[in-house]
């Protein structure tokens, strides 16, 4: 269970970026490339240690659908019809605090696999 539960959920109008505000002020700006790339799915996070995948040709990924589940996440739909991430309150939080890092290392995880933000192919 999350110790922040966020006040507000704000898709811009050009679906490429979500505020999060949270109940104690903090409010995040998160693109949906983030969001996609780093996808608490099993599609992308794999079923065990090490399975995890890097997804490239996402840079103009859209927001297209938010739906709530239970009271503790949010299922975030894109444009690629990804569908199956479901966000906890607590793992929002983590990449609004860590997401610049984060995204660091996934650009380094691309370059190391001869990958691209703009170019779409099979992860690996």
């Known amino acids: 269970m999350s110790e922040f539960w966020p006040t507000e959920l704000r898709v811009s ?5 979500l505020t999060v505000t949270f109940d104690d002020g903090a409010s995040y700006d998160l693109s949906a490339e983030l969001l996609r ?4 799915s099993a599609e992308v996070q794999g079923h065990g240690p090490g399975q995890r995948v890097t997804v490239p ?24 019809f990804h569908d199956t991430g479901i966000f906890t309150w607590s793992y929002l939080r983590e ?17 190391e696999k001869g990958m691209s933000r703009d170019k779409s192919e099979k992860p690996r």
């Open 37 to 40: 790339v780093l996808s608490p």
């Open 57 to 80: 040709g996402k840079r103009n990924v859209q927001i297209i659908s938010m739906q709530p589940t239970g009271n503790y996440a949010v299922r975030i739909g894109f444009d690629d």
């Open 95 to 111: 990449l609004g605090e860590k997401g610049a890092e984060l995204f660091a290392a996934y650009e380094q995880e691309l370059a």
């Open 13 to 17: 109008k050009d679906r490429h970026r």
